[in-house]
């Protein structure tokens, strides 16, 4: 192992490395699966009809001041039709319905304190585009797992749109809280 460091350094993340699971058994758990165990695992699905004029549109915002950070851990999109582009977006303005996040917990009665939008019209403002794909007919998963992170002040938008016609869509994006 020539090159490689045995020691974890203090402004990097911890790492480890499994040598020998025959004698050592060990079991490793994902930040998603432990976020779930506190309660602070969430999810924001929407469905709705989309078309040219009126898109699908889901937007987790952080408040400033909220004390917490989201992290972003899958983001899902599924379509009737094909063209239909998913795209996630990065402090875009979105006018809609506020709704309640689910907590993927469901003896835990913790509460997000992120602010989850639903709308069927369009962003606005000057958002930076994350990620876009053109989506083919059925359900595609995007596993982010954290790496989208959502300070407080700062927002991630959910959009699908259809060139041309409309679809029956849905959409959703989980997060933890930290």
Do not use: C, H, K
Not at 40 to 67: D, E, H, K
Not at 129 to 134: K, N, V, Y
Not at 138 to 154: A, Y
């Amino acid at each position: 192992m020539p090159n490689e460091a045995i020691f974890n350094q203090s402004s990097g993340p911890l790492y480890t490395e499994q040598v020998n699971t025959y004698i050592s058994p060990a079991i490793d758990n994902s930040p998603e699966a432990d976020a779930a165990l506190a309660g602070l695992l969430f999810s924001a699905p929407f469905a709705s009809t989309v078309t040219t004029a009126a898109p699908l549109v889901i937007q987790l915002s952080n408040p400033a001041g909220s004390g917490r950070t989201a992290y972003v851990s899958r983001v899902t999109g599924s379509s009737a039709a094909s063209a239909v582009t998913l795209s996630l977006l990065r402090n875009a303005t979105v006018t809609g319905a506020t709704t309640a996040p689910v907590n993927f917990n469901f003896g835990s009665a913790t509460a997000s304190v992120m602010t989850v939008r639903t709308a069927t019209a369009a962003p606005t403002g000057s958002p930076a585009t994350l990620i876009a794909l053109l989506l083919a007919p059925g359900p595609t998963i995007v596993d982010l797992n954290g790496r989208i992170i959502v300070p407080p002040g700062s927002s991630v938008t959910l959009t699908m749109t259809i060139a041309s016609g409309s679809s029956a869509a849905t959409g959703s994006i989980n997060w933890w809280e930290a």
